[in-house]
């Protein structure tokens, strides 16, 4: 049924409508105001590991196998429904009926969780970032209104999670264009009519909540590379051949966990989390020594400083930095994959570099971060419009799309599903079954 001018006037004139607006304004604010706390708190807590780090390297060797085995203990007394990155949890919970269910997907609760115990983790050196976390706070924000409206309506619902969802993105990276595409290609995988003016204004207000404390900046800084010929789209193929490769590797390499290990290690990770966590910390702890202490948090330092003067101190680093990303994950601590994998990108474009040196070792960087991060997610769109806004980068727009739609064919092949729609679908599987 299509509506008459009248009915477009009392919509807009309605004291009930303008309530709804107002919640929803309020809510959005709310979430860009979240993000940029836990962006403030990230800092603080990678800060606060590298003054232990500058007592002695040593100390990590107790600090993350007692920080990380702390996360898992809380989070499963206190705060369950808030380990792992937070984007399964949320396209889980645009599939579920149930409100008591969707309950323990979303809340205040589990957005207070996943703040604190992100920080915990990132305080304690893990390799884990705070965007996807910031997904599901988004969410959890945004669900959460409907106690002070009267959004009960199936769509709306929908609406106001995958609003949510794509506020989170926008504020954690202050890139806009990229909240709407995630929210497109990731969440609702379809854009209808009656959500996108929900999405829409979410992420401006989110945007401008963020932008009013930060300001305009850019994540990665300005990357001014381009690729000028022929032969330089081999760096393209080359990326996303390797970033496909091993951003597919490591998805399955998740979703076998999350389906369970068989054998002694399968079983000592089900009966004794803490302990494996534990673990998994001491694990964590030797990679960061052997890569210098760079594996350690989100990468984010690390990736700028490859970006500006090279790789030349960080040997090996892609390969150390997939590990140490992989089992951070793996100890079920809460903590997003997004920031790591691109700095595991980074450090794969830093080594291609040095054999592709007819192309600025920039651009194959920036190259291999698309490559890699279309790989683990298959999300191509969200890959190219990150990477693009958080270099301001817009020269380089085709060679970006080119090398993240390459990895995402050759990351089917490694694996047929995206991650974060396979781990939503056993979320979703699991919930069914209690």
């Not at 232990?52 to 990380?68: A, D, E, T, Y």
């Not at 609760?109 to 893990?126: E, M």
């Not at 900046?217 to 690729?227: A, D, K, L, P």
């Not at 890569?291 to 984010?300: K, P």
Request: charged share 10%.
């Amino acid at each position: 049924m299509h509506m008459t001018d009248n009915d477009h006037l009392d919509n807009l004139l309605s004291p009930r409508q303008w309530l709804l607006r107002l919640v929803f304004w309020g809510g959005a604010l709310a979430v860009g105001a979240a993000a940029v706390l836990f962006a403030l708190g990230a800092r603080i807590s990678y800060e606060w590991f590298h003054w232990i780090l500058s007592i002695s390297p040593w100390l990590p060797f107790v600090i993350m196998p007692s920080g990380l085995a702390l996360s898992v203990w809380l989070s499963r007394r206190f705060f369950e429904g808030s380990q792992g990155s937070g984007i399964p949890q949320t396209i889980a919970a645009l599939r579920i009926q149930n409100l008591e269910q969707l309950g323990k997907l979303l809340s205040l609760r589990i957005a207070v969780g996943k703040i604190v115990l992100t920080l915990l983790a990132l305080c304690s050196g893990a390799s884990v970032g705070r965007e996807g976390p910031t997904v599901q706070i988004g969410a959890s924000i945004m669900y959460s209104l409907r106690k002070f409206s009267r959004f009960t309506h199936q769509d709306q619902m929908k609406g106001l999670i995958v609003a949510g969802g794509a506020a989170g993105v926008a504020a954690a990276f202050n890139t806009p264009l990229a909240g709407i595409v995630f929210a497109i290609e990731e969440l609702s995988r379809s854009f209808e009519q009656r959500t996108n003016g929900l999405i829409l204004t979410a992420v401006i207000f989110a945007g401008l909540a963020a932008h009013a404390v930060l300001g305009n900046y850019t994540y990665f800084g300005t990357v001014s590379t381009s690729i000028d010929t022929g032969i330089g789209w081999l760096a393209v193929l080359a990326c996303g051949v390797a970033g496909g490769l091993f951003g597919g590797l490591f998805a399955r390499l998740l979703i076998s966990a999350n389906d369970g290990w068989s054998g002694v290690m399968g079983h000592w990770m089900r009966s004794h989390p803490v302990r494996f966590a534990a673990a998994c910390g001491l694990v964590l702890a030797g990679l960061g020594a052997l890569s210098g202490q760079h594996t350690y948090g989100t990468g984010y330092d690390e990736v700028h400083d490859i970006l500006e003067h090279g790789d030349a101190d960080y040997l090996g680093f892609g390969v150390l930095k997939f590990l140490a990303t992989l089992v951070s994950y793996l100890s079920g601590i809460p903590g997003g994959i997004f920031a790591p994998s691109l700095a595991v990108g980074a450090g794969m474009g830093a080594t291609f570099s040095h054999f592709i040196s007819f192309v600025p070792a920039d651009t194959v960087i920036v190259l291999g971060m698309v490559a890699y991060f279309s790989g683990v997610t298959q999300a191509p769109l969200t890959s190219f419009v990150i990477v693009m806004e958080m270099t301001n980068n817009h020269s380089l727009a085709l060679p970006l799309m080119a090398t993240a739609l390459i990895a995402h064919g050759i990351s089917r092949i490694v694996y047929h599903e995206p991650l974060y729609k396979a781990l939503a679908e056993r979320f979703v599987r699991r919930m069914e079954q209690q």
